[in-house]
């Protein structure tokens, strides 16, 4: 049992819909929760209708359904994406929609399926619904992404608790780490926060460094250059409009794009990383050029290949983001075997695509300029953390002048 639960899943409902996707009165909302989801769905919907929503649209997804299609649909549905699903995400488009998604996953719900059939439906789905995601990455509207807690998902974080007792362990952990008391007041917490991590980005923006390079004792040696008009962002984002909005829920990064040609050296993971219900294990990744140039894990190093091998974009990095070893999330101990929890618990690096909001100006750019301007693309993004107790990044001016970033995991200002 939780104390207040009602109560803090109200909190939790609210923070998601004024702070995360930050709803507009006349605005149409895609609400995507799982099933097991619905009474924090549902008190989003009344939280969105509150704030003067013109329709919340629901997009229930389904676990069971969709590894029963993984494992038995047949060939062709993984390869062809239909009309109807590319003209609707079309006129959410069209809507300037908010898209606000409640994730609740067995990490092991994929488990078993042909990774060929995953490889194809990902390349399927990543090319049909590219202009989406183009403008979703671009923050042309807003989206939120959080999770709520499944049995499958909380028996997976804690194996030695009864089902309830994990169920509640998980969901003390989630209010927890987004700062939710039950007192009402997350959403001034909430403000504070960002305003700390935008404190920190305009102290990153004024160093405008050239290069990154990060050591510690695992064996990382990995110099990481940065775009010229590189913007560090963190917290909030901003629509063209002006609406300020969080993007993850909850979120404790300070992030950049690396120059997609600018990297080399190697760089060993700290943590396994959890993909399509399989770890992978104590790896490293070697660049040249920028490019992923080799790959080694003790444990799940095809399932790793796969998705760098998924297209041209993906062999290159697209993200380097900062996250104090000393954050609220790591602070917990937990593996969450969810990235949305754990890139918070640790600096980490993604391979594919960047945000175009990293340059300047980046946002509005076609797809060469972007790539000139250092901007990576694919269709997927990866992110595997890097962050130790011992991790050293010290940054180099454009006048040569070297400037610690992080000492011993924690920034170093
Ligand atoms: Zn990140
Ligand atoms: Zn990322």
Known sequence: MIENFDAKLNEYAHLLVEIGANVQAGQTVRLRPEVSCAPLARMCVEACYDRGAREVVLEWDDDFVFRQQFLRAADDVFV???????????WYLEQGAVDLSILGSDPELLKGVDPARMQAFRRAAGNATRAYADALDA???QWC??????????KK??????EQDAMDALWDAIFAVCRITGDGKAVERWREHIDTTARRCEALNAYAFKSLHYTNSLGTDLTVQLPENHVWAGGSEKTPAGVEFVPNMPTEEIFTAPRWDGVDGRVYAALPLAMDGNLVRDFYLDFQAGRIVDVDAAEGEDILRRSIDLDEGS?????????PYDSPIRNKGILFYETLFDENASCHLAFGSSYPTCVKGGADMTEEE???AGLNQSITHVDFMVGTADLSIVGTTHDGKEVPVFVNGNFAF
């Open 80 to 90: 062809d994406w239909p009309a109807y699903k590319k003209a609707q995400m079309d």
């Open 157 to 162: 974080v804690f194996p030695d608790l009864s």
């Open 315 to 323: 062999h290159y990095l697209g993200e380097a983001a900062l996250v």
């Open 145 to 154: 992404v959080a999770a709520h807690p499944v049995p499958a998902w909380a």
């Open 139 to 141: 923050n042309k509207f």
């Open 370 to 372: 972007q790539k000139a």
